[in-house]
């Protein structure tokens, strides 16, 4: 028997699409038989004819549907040793067949009036289980309040790229503040803002904090490994004490296993064990609010429940006007420095980019399960870092994470990476109608049982730069950080693991500026957290991104990162640990990419259908740029640092614009480096 073709059907309409087959499909050279599952096909012969007794296979395709991840597959199977008569007409004909009658859909929410039903009213003809079990949770119609308002907003940044929304303007006359003060940083955003606001407040900055939320309300869960979290306490924020009393869970190991039921033997991979990646589960609500404690003490301010409208800058300060959600009453403040931490809703990350705002996208839904599992589903001393348990799925590689919490908790994600596309910019209300429905696929549970928390869920964004100046991250007195500035790792960080690893960079840079008044856009441009072996590793993203309309083989992602994650199984844990931690080598990710193509001669082949030839164009160049960066490392290694400690007193004072500009080269040549 072998197998002669492999679908997949981007719909969850499997009886459909069996119908189809079974009465719609009529191959020109043989007889169907009908089948619980598909049909079979087999030479035409008289009826009369006494069926033939031999040892042989008979001569005859197998096709068969099911059903997996809320999508159809198919696949057709030769059971005789030698090729069916029109064999190769029959599977092209089907294949041209069924894309014609199954093209790849990109459902658009309803437009809903609150006003006249609630949300779980109006969605639920479209997303019957996301309504159910979000009434399940506790503040459950206000969550998929904003899961549908940041569906709508990220499918309105997209699709209207070129004329963003403009909030910040350059005013000669900027509006007059109607609040007591004028204050040093103001930050807009309370979740990766909040930590970096403590800490400059702690400095001994006059410090504003606006977020549009009740302050300290999460819709994501952090994790992070112990050497990182240590970056908090080397800043000076938070006590050992402290931090280990913000930790829910730290757990034993981190698994990454990729489906390989479809994969020739050769891209199948043991599961890659990594326990010091993601292995610490933080309360980051408690996270927060110790923040927000620390910020307040240090004589910072929090104003939560407050839109942000516009900001106008003039030479002297920046005038922020936010709006009371609940009276909507618009107030003004105004800073020397404004820094946007709003994630990817951030209007400003828009209007600063443009049509490359973000190059890529992590739809991200799931929630925190506070128990309801069957003893033996999940032991809680382990996480799953990087999880599938199928192929291509309507146009995605869907991939899971869980990490368990404190006590019963489990956090479970289900995110696929995407390329942005106004025709598909990404769903989340897709997602979460694929989460509750193939959960039980990825982990035996009855949803009935399940104790739901509360929902996670967001758009992760990524910006794929060429080089330390590719993206704007700030204008005249204003900075962007964490997701809004695409601070993220190409594999399985987020803005908040970025941004804690990358801190002491930030805020050193961020305190130079502000101590000699170096607020244009030239000098807050410096301060950012690129990192050019990112820059070369996102075209791993892009092989784990199917173009949009576009039918690939179902089990490609599945062997890339079968390919590649079983190299990293030989690999020693320092190797495997610094690569998934954005801190390989130019040697190590040399090693590692020839090794791979080694093992899968196919692989360059393989990224470029998926890239195209202007990003393989565009990676080549990073690639240059990470070659010439690591020759910069080699010479500076050792001395410039110390170097710079010896020249710090005379020059800073001096020429405190050259000096900032040594420090940002500083950092850039260190981050990099293997811990």
């Known amino acids: ?91 092209q004909q089907l294949t041209g067949k069924i894309r014609n009658h199954f093209p790849h859909q990109y459902p658009e929410p309803p437009a809903i009036d609150l006003c006249q039903k609630s949300i779980f009213e109006a969605l639920a003809p479209y997303y019957p289980l996301t309504v159910k079990y979000f009434q399940q949770m506790p503040k459950g119609e206000y969550d998929l309040q904003r899961v549908y308002w940041w569906e709508q907003r990220w499918r309105e940044g997209v699709r209207n790229p070129q004329q963003p929304k403009q909030v910040i303007f350059y005013n000669s006359q900027p509006p007059v503040s109607n609040s007591q003060g004028v204050y040093d940083l103001i930050y807009i955003g309370g979740a990766l803002g909040a930590i970096h606001a403590a800490v400059m407040a702690q400095i001994g900055y006059k410090v504003l904090l606006i977020e549009r939320l009740a302050f300290g309300r999460m819709n994501r869960e952090w994790n992070i490994s112990r050497a990182e979290i240590q ?3 080397n800043l000076g924020l938070f006590t050992a004490e402290e931090v280990e009393s913000i930790i829910a869970r730290e757990y034993k190991d981190g698994f990454n296993k990729f489906f390989d039921g479809n994969n020739p033997q050769h891209l199948r991979s043991p599961i890659l064990s990594t326990p010091t990646v993601l292995n610490i589960a933080l309360d980051s609500e408690k996270l927060l609010q110790l923040c927000g404690q620390k910020l307040q003490a240090a004589g910072g301010e929090i104003w939560d429940e407050m839109e942000f409208i ?59 399960i506070d128990g309801g599992f069957e003893p033996g589903v999940w032991d809680s001393q382990y996480g799953d870092v990087l999880n599938s348990h199928g192929d291509i799925s309507r146009g995605r590689q869907l991939i899971w994470e869980l990490f368990p919490g404190g006590g019963e908790e489990l956090t479970v994600y289900l995110f696929h990476y995407h390329q942005i596309n106004p025709q598909n910019p990404g769903s989340l209300l897709e997602m979460y109608e694929d989460f509750f429905t193939i959960l039980p696929e990825y982990r035996r549970c009855n949803l009935d049982k399940l104790v739901w ?27 962007t950080i964490g997701d809004a500035a695409s601070l993220q790792s190409p594999l399985v960080f987020t803005g908040f693991g970025s941004l804690v690893r990358n ?5 050193t840079l961020l305190n130079t500026a502000l101590k000699h008044d170096l607020l244009s856009f030239a000098h807050l441009n410096q301060i950012r957290a690129f990192q050019s072996n990112i820059a070369v590793t996102w075209m791993f993203s892009k092989g784990m991104m199917v173009p949009t309309g576009k039918f690939l083989p179902p ?73 010439s960066h690591a020759a910069v490392s080699v010479l500076l290694n050792g001395w410039f640092s110390q170097f710079l400690k010896r020249i710090q007193p005379w020059l800073e004072p001096r020429n405190p614009g050259l000096w900032l500009r040594l420090l940002a080269i500083d950092y850039a040549v260190r981050v990099d480096k293997p811990s």
């Open 310 to 368: 516009r900001a106008d800058i003039d030479s002297q300060q920046v005038a922020v006007t936010v709006k009371n959600i609940p009276s909507q009453t618009e107030k003004i403040t105004s800073g020397r420095v404004l820094v946007d931490a709003m994630g990817t809703a951030s209007p400003i990350a828009w209007q600063l980019n443009g049509s490359r705002a973000f190059d890529s996208v992590c739809p991200t839904v799931g929630a925190v």
């Open 453 to 479: 928390k509360k929902p996670t869920f967001g758009y992760i964004p990524g910006h794929f730069s060429a080089n330390g100046r590719d993206r704007t991250v700030a204008f005249d007195r204003l900075v």
């Open 1 to 91: 028997m072998k197998e002669l073709l492999y679908l997949e059907i981007p719909t969850a309409d499997t009886k459909g699409v069996l119908r189809w087959v079974q009465d719609d499909f009529q191959p020109k050279i043989s007889d169907k038989k009908l089948t619980p599952e598909g049909i079979r096909l087999e030479v035409g012969q008289s009826t009369t004819a006494e069926p033939a007794i031999t040892d042989q296979l008979p001569n005859e395709l197998s096709i068969f549907i099911w059903s997996v991840q809320r999508t159809t597959y198919l696949k057709v199977f030769r059971w005789g040793d030698t090729p069916f008569p029109g064999e190769k007409e029959i599977l």
């Open 503 to 507: 801190l002491e960079r930030l805020t």
């Open 555 to 627: 089990q490609r992602v599945n062997a890339m990162l079968n390919n590649f994650f079983g190299l990293l199984v030989d690999e020693p844990s320092e190797i495997t640990d610094n690569f998934i931690k954005d801190k390989f080598t130019w040697s190590t990710f040399n090693r590692l990419a020839l090794k791979a193509a080694w093992n899968n001669p196919a692989l360059l082949v393989w990224i470029w259908e998926m890239a195209g030839t202007q990003d393989m164009l565009r990676w080549s160049r990073n690639y240059v740029n990470f070659t």
């Open 231 to 233: 970056s908090l306490i």
